[in-house]
């Protein structure tokens, strides 16, 4: 049977037993507490996706009238920023819309990366306007990732 119940505890035995456990908090290796934040950092990773604003594909009627050899288009968006992506071919145009990250985030070339689960990823750097164009573009699931001036945007996986 379990000592505590044959023997019960006082309160100083008690308060001295939950004191160590409290002590052990400083045995918790560096590598461990990181491992802990990162682990929680997850619990907002939806909130920061971007949305799936638009995608041509989805339109009423598309799949109908499509021949396969018209342009798709996307958009994203997240905290005032848009991501317009058109697709034709194997090529993608896109433009990246607006800033989060202020003065210093403006004057910065956004970059962005094109993500494949089972390939390299592609990149390119968007011009002053925002424009960027990647070629060789094949179907699949894609997703793409915007960094620009400390900040970053990440859509959700779409099919190509």
């Known amino acids: 049977m379990n000592d505590a119940v044959n023997n019960p505890m006082n309160d100083d035995e008690l308060m001295a037993l939950l004191g160590e456990a409290v002590a052990e908090e400083a045995v918790v290796s560096d590598r461990r507490r990181t491992a802990a ?3 929680f950092t997850w619990r907002s990773v ?3 996706l971007a949305e799936l604003l ?3 594909a989805l339109a009423a009627g598309a799949a ?3 021949d396969g050899d018209e342009s798709r288009t996307l958009s994203f968006g997240h905290s ?3 991501l317009e992506i058109e697709v034709e071919g194997e090529v993608l145009l896109g433009q990246v819309i607006g800033t ?3 003065a210093s985030a403006a004057t910065e070339p956004a970059s962005v990366l094109l993500e494949r689960p089972d390939a390299d ?3 390119a750097v968007a011009d002053a306007s ?3 164009r990647l070629e060789g573009v094949r179907p699949g699931a894609v997703r793409f990732v915007v960094e620009q001036g400390g900040w970053s945007l990440t859509t959700p996986w779409v099919t190509l």
Do not use: I, K, W
């Open 37 to 39: 934040r990162a682990a």
């Open 80 to 82: 005032g920023l848009t």
């Open 54 to 56: 638009h995608d041509s």
């Open 121 to 123: 990823a592609q990149s």
């Open 64 to 66: 109908v009238r499509s």
């Open 100 to 102: 989060t990250g202020g």
């Open 130 to 132: 925002g424009f960027f």
């Open 46 to 48: 939806d909130a920061e």
